[in-house]
């Protein structure tokens, strides 16, 4: 009995394969929330230079302005705003669950298709403003 | 010796044995985030192109740099208690996940004793 010998191949569907399993809504969002999170917890250290450039002096603020307004600089900073807003539209998400809130699978898909809209049009309004208004890069 | 029953001693702590304290942080830490992130994002966006002496203007002002601190605070405060989690959730290994909590926790208060020495230093 315990040496049964184990199907070594199996017609029956096996658990949700990675490349052929529809990801569902919440759970795309519940993992990008954890990715923006890490994400922007790396952005800590931006934050972090910033203020010590303005400390420092010109040549070290300087430096960190020349970076930011690189090309490579943009697009780190882009994803940094764009990981700060979709935390916080998707965190809101959560504060709502955590009150009893929006768990309806009609509800919780429409908040997280919200959260990935709102977050992705946040991000470029913040660029649009930069380039546009203020007519310099960041 | 405590005359509390084995029961009432470990009553709603569950297997973390400090209850719902770190769920709890991480809540009140994100509601006083939600407010404070908007600010810094619209504080930057105006800073954009800004002159160094600007900036330091702009901080040292007493509500900037008082809001400029809760910021730092309340995201690297938010920051330790998610990527514990995240630690948690996929180190397994014991001597690896102790190593990564507390590299966690060191990360957080360099990084904001830097940035709180930063904005002491320019708004003083």
Known sequence: MAE???PTATSRPISPHMQIYRWPVTM??????RATGL???AGTLLVAWWLIAIATGPHAYNLFSMVARSLGGQIVLFGFVWSLAFHLFNGLRHLGWDSGFGFEVRTANRTGVGAV???LLAAIAVFAYAYL???VYI | MSAQTPIARVE???ASHSGTSHFWRQRVSALALVPLSIWFVCMALS???AHRYEAIAFLSGPVNAILMALFIIAALHHMVLGVQVVIEDYVHGEGPKIALLVSNQFFAWLVGAACLFALVKIAL
Do not use: P
Not at chain 1, 28 to 33: D, E, L, N
């Open chain 2, 47 to 49: 800073l954009i192109g």
């Open chain 2, 12 to 14: 709603g702590l569950g």
């Open chain 1, 4 to 6: 049964q010998a184990r």
């Open chain 1, 117 to 119: 809209a709102l977050s």
């Open chain 1, 133 to 135: 208004e203020k007519g």
């Open chain 1, 39 to 41: 994400a922007l917890a």
């Open chain 1, 28 to 33: 795309a969002t519940s993992i990008v929330h």
